[in-house]
T-cell receptor, first 112, second 115 residues
Framework: QKEVEQNSGPLSVPEGAIASLNCTYSDRGSQSFFWYRQYSGKSPELIMSIYSNGDKEDGRFTAQLNKASQYVSLLIRDSQPSDSATYLCAVNERANFNKFYFGSGTKLNVKP | SQTIHQWPATLVQPVGSPLSLECTVEGTSNPNLYWYRQAAGRGLQLLFYSVGIGQISSEVPQNLSASRPQDRQFILSSKKLLLSDSGFYLC??????????????FGDGTRLSIL
């Protein structure tokens, strides 16, 4: 069984700070990595994807991937109370890239 | 642009009753389709996925079944619901042929409560 591990949190940061969310995965051959944001009672929403080692920036969000360490992270700069949500890490399976494995999510609280 | 519709938004069913949840995608052809279940405070559990009409892969043995009668329609069914079937059911799609870089996009979900 492929695993995607995330700290469940909650991670509390003050407004304006950088929030750092981490995810590790067990399938060394995984090719694609995604971050989803899920507000309470809502469905997951794609916010970032990353496929190559290194950093990928999109507005206030930066995804970081290190395939050697099987580690992917999401940084949220200038955190806002509206960023308070659960962040899900998703990793595709090497043998069947149609299949994703999701972590259980990290709950982020941004305090005004 | 592509949109995904899922209904109903909420459903309350007695134990032992049947279930039918429907999902349709617009604006794309031959999508990969997925059904997930999310228990309260938990991650997403993949139930079924489909890469084409009539092609269903089951991930978890259970009393649920899925069907894809049309290219952009995915149905989740049960003949007799169990208490353990309660949860948040999510339909998702991704582009085909996907390669390894296609993300999944989710519908609004159905919150199912079994009494």
């Amino acid at each position: 069984q492929k695993e995607v591990e995330q700290n469940s949190g909650p991670l509390s940061v003050p407004e304006g700070a950088i929030a750092s969310l981490n995810c590790t995965y067990s399938d060394r051959g995984s090719q694609s990595f995604f971050w989803y944001r899920q507000y309470s009672g809502k469905s997951p929403e794609l916010i970032m994807s990353i496929y190559s080692n290194g950093d990928k920036e999109d507005g206030r969000f930066t995804a970081q991937l290190n395939k050697a360490s099987q580690y992917v992270s999401l940084l949220i700069r200038d955190s806002q109370p509206s960023d308070s949500a659960t962040y899900l890490c998703a990793v595709n399976e090497r043998a069947n890239f149609n299949k994703f494995y999701f972590g259980s999510g990290t709950k982020l609280n941004v305090k005004p | 642009s592509q949109t995904i519709h899922q209904w109903p938004a909420t459903l309350v069913q007695p134990v032992g009753s049947p279930l039918s949840l429907e999902c349709t995608v617009e604006g794309t052809s031959n999508p990969n389709l997925y059904w997930y279940r999310q228990a309260a405070g938990r991650g997403l559990q993949l139930l079924f996925y489909s890469v084409g009409i009539g092609q269903i892969s089951s991930e978890v043995p259970q009393n649920l079944s899925a069907s894809r009668p049309q290219d952009r329609q995915f149905i989740l069914s049960s003949k007799k619901l169990l208490l353990s079937d309660s949860g948040f059911y999510l339909c998702a799609w991704s582009a085909f042929p996907g390669g390894s870089n296609q993300p999944q996009h989710f519908g609004d979900g159905t919150r199912l409560s079994i009494l």
